[in-house]
């Protein structure tokens, strides 16, 4: 699998890893399939809707990283409309383009940002309007929410989707 430097760049020297204390918005999402989850914080200025300080933490792939790290250097200092125009493909394009098994990834930068702003719109009462009907597909925890009375003795045990880092290098696919 061929990844681009810019991918390389991101992986191995992330922007914006942390947390923010009082953030005015967390947004966490996950993809069932890998296992993947990332989670992104804002600190949104209230007077201007400006983002003036983003977050990421993320407990994936190398194209996961660089997406966040990408993903949140876009949005960053932006308006929370201009951030909502910063789409996957854009991250990805941002990145020099992934690998097309690795698209999903960048996916999972665009939902943290917007489930973050939902986050934000909720907390502050707020409406953003391309924001309405717009559903994250956060499915990390589905086989806690919905699994429970049913009998898994015939199944292995699933990994849990704790906050294990994941130690996959770019170039190894899982
Ligand atoms: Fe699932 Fe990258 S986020 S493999």
Redesign the pocket.
């Given at each position: 699998m061929q990844y681009s430097d810019k991918v390389m760049e991101h992986f191995m020297n992330p922007k914006n890893v942390g947390e923010i204390e009082n953030a005015s918005g967390i947004g966490e999402v996950g993809?069932a399939?890998?296992?993947?989850i990332?989670r992104i914080y804002l600190d949104i200025d209230p007077e201007t809707q400006v983002i003036n300080d983003v977050k990421f933490k993320t407990f994936?792939?190398?194209?996961?990283i660089a997406s966040s790290s990408m993903a949140t250097e876009m949005v960053k200092g932006k308006t929370i409309h201009e951030a909502l125009a910063v789409t996957n493909k854009a991250v990805a394009e941002a990145l020099d383009g992934l690998p097309p098994v690795?698209m999903?990834?960048s996916v999972?930068a665009e939902q943290a940002i917007k489930a973050a702003l939902i986050d934000y719109s909720k907390k502050h009462n707020i409406h953003i309007p391309e924001l309405d009907g717009v559903v994250i597909d956060d499915d990390h925890d589905h086989h806690h929410d919905h699994d429970h009375g049913h009998d898994h003795s015939h199944e292995k045990a699933l990994p849990t989707d704790k906050w294990v880092p994941h130690t996959?290098e770019p170039g190894v696919p899982?």
């Amino acid at each position: 699998m061929q990844y681009s430097d810019k991918v390389m760049e991101h992986f191995m020297n992330p922007k914006n890893v942390g947390e923010i204390e009082n953030a005015s918005g967390i947004g966490e999402v996950g993809n069932a399939k890998c296992g993947d989850i990332m989670r992104i914080y804002l600190d949104i200025d209230p007077e201007t809707q400006v983002i003036n300080d983003v977050k990421f933490k993320t407990f994936g792939c190398g194209s996961a990283i660089a997406s966040s790290s990408m993903a949140t250097e876009m949005v960053k200092g932006k308006t929370i409309h201009e951030a909502l125009a910063v789409t996957n493909k854009a991250v990805a394009e941002a990145l020099d383009g992934l690998p097309p098994v690795k698209m999903h990834c960048s996916v999972l930068a665009e939902q943290a940002i917007k489930a973050a702003l939902i986050d934000y719109s909720k907390k502050h009462n707020i409406h953003i309007p391309e924001l309405d009907g717009v559903v994250i597909d956060d499915d990390h925890d589905h086989h806690h929410d919905h699994d429970h009375g049913h009998d898994h003795s015939h199944e292995k045990a699933l990994p849990t989707d704790k906050w294990v880092p994941h130690t996959h290098e770019p170039g190894v696919p899982h």
